[in-house]
């Protein structure tokens, strides 16, 4: 019998020490590592994400333009915007302090860069330093659209886009280039035939899928993730450019063809129109940016951008669309500040508004307001001796930049549909006869206003 207890006794006493033991595993494992790992996290704050592949890519990138001077800064739209959302964190953030990864290493296949090319001094070396670093590197080329215009030099090559790879990830280094507007520029990354269309999946790339025109942006130093980089000082404004970027091109070699079978008009009057008429778009267009309102350049001045690459010396005035959803009150006040008087004012905001402003040697401004339906756009016409109301239709279209006499201005992204709307098939024979309530296709009658609206409705300066 004592043996028996002795026996149960050991083996109680084996138990209590299993389960004891097996208790402060339990408790080492699940509180005190987890205590620990918290404090070390903070003493070593600087490991958490920062062995991803997107960060050490960035990192290796900006050391390589660092040491040779290259002036790139950040225009990833999502690496962006995540620092526009914590803009008070990273502007207190100083270099090497950063605890943790939280922007340059979130999920994505590229990080997106831009440069201004004149500033790049060693553009191939630059590129031979690169691949000693690890990174395979991809050059995009494309001719110079500013040479376009000159025979000599319209085949001229220029850098456009760089693709470097490091591992898994890929910088794309956006080269821009300036134009004589003011403003940058940056071409279409079109593959060649012996381009690799597996090296990266270009499909997600941010920037080429078209050519793209954006405001010059100020820039300014922040660290982030413990790097130092240049941002634009307005990423909000950059963001919103993003979108509405795309450009087109003057047609020079369509214009060249033109000139070709009609002679250009060079008369003494004609030389003076158009120095007139680039003189009062640009101060329109200096108007209508300082009060935000989007315009286009619209009916003849638009032909003539497109068919000729210039104003169209017999048209007399200058042709501007603005949507009606961005009118403001005050612009007609702002237009006559900036020594554009009123000549006359026809429609009202609700149906078919038109102003036409009176500018220097006679040449007007006419700005036609456009209304959208279900599937199409409409500017309207009023006839001020009878009242009779006229509507022009239009395909819906979206808008682009261009450049047109040394500017940056929109035009219909969907050019071709919009002039032909205007001006039929025929549109590349030049007409100097043209009556407004007749010869557009796309005109037809739209009643008459009411006699007890006239003085709203047709006001004559």
């Known amino acids: ?12 006493l084996t138990l209590t020490s299993s389960a004891f033991l097996l208790f402060q595993l339990y408790y080492y494992k699940h509180y005190l590592s987890a205590k620990n790992g918290a404090g070390l996290s903070k003493s070593k704050g600087s490991q958490i994400g920062f062995d991803s592949i997107q960060w050490r890519a960035v990192k290796k ?51 997106a860069f831009a440069l201004q090319y004149h500033l790049w001094k060693n553009e191939e070396g630059w590129f031979r330093i690169a691949e000693n670093m690890g990174f395979q590197c991809l050059k995009i080329e494309s001719k110079d659209p500013r040479l376009d215009g000159i025979d000599s ?33 940056h071409g279409h990354l079109r593959l060649k035939g012996h381009i690799d269309r597996k090296f990266v999946p270009f499909r997600k790339l941010q920037f080429g899928r078209y050519p793209g025109a954006f405001d010059r942006p100020e820039l300014q130093q922040v660290t982030v993730d413990g790097l130092d980089l240049l941002i634009p000082k307005d990423p909000v404004h950059f963001l919103e450019e993003v979108p509405h970027s795309r450009f087109i091109e003057c047609r020079y070699k369509e214009a060249r063809a033109f000139f070709q079978q009609y ?74 500040d900036a020594g554009l ?13 038109e102003l036409s402003f009176q500018g220097k040697d006679d040449v007007k401004l006419d700005i036609f307001f456009f209304y959208e339906e279900t599937d ?67 005109v037809q009658p739209n009643g008459i206003w009411p006699v007890s609206e006239w003085d709203e409705v047709i006001q004559l300066y």
Request: charge should be positive.
């Open 1 to 12: 019998m004592s043996r028996i207890n002795k026996n149960v006794i050991l083996a109680l």
């Open 61 to 111: 990138f900006i050391m390589l333009t660092s040491s040779q001077n290259v002036p790139v800064f950040l225009i990833d739209p999502l690496i962006l915007e995540l620092i526009n959302k914590n803009f008070e964190q990273v502007k207190n953030t100083s270099h090497g302090s950063a605890s943790e990864c939280k922007f340059l290493c979130v999920p994505r296949d590229f990080t």
């Open 153 to 185: 030099l319209s085949g001229t090559e220029i850098p456009l886009h760089y693709i470097c790879k490091l591992a898994a990830h890929a910088i794309h280094l956006v080269v821009f280039h300036e134009r004589s507007g003011n403003y940058l520029w």
């Open 263 to 336: 002679l250009d008009d060079n008369t003494v009057e004609a030389v003076a129109f158009r120095k007139s008429a680039k003189e009062l778009l640009q101060l329109a267009a200096r108007t209508l940016k300082k009060l935000g309102v989007r315009f286009w350049l619209s009916s003849g001045t638009c032909l003539g951008w497109y068919r000729q690459c210039n104003i169209i010396p017999y048209s007399k005035d200058v042709d501007l669309g603005i949507f009606i959803q961005d009118y403001k009150s005050d612009i007609i006040s702002a237009f006559h």
């Open 341 to 353: 008087p009123l000549k006359h004012k026809f429609g009202k905001v609700e149906d078919s508004l």
């Open 376 to 442: 199409h756009m409409w500017n309207g016409g009023t006839q001020a001796k009878t009242g009779k109301k006229f509507k022009y239709l239009f395909p819906k279209f979206t808008l682009c930049w261009t450049e047109f006499v040394d500017m940056k201005l929109h035009v219909p992204c969907e050019t071709i549909e919009y002039i032909e709307a205007n001006y039929g098939k025929t549109w590349k024979i030049p007409v100097k006869t043209w009556d407004w309530k007749r010869s557009p296709p796309n």
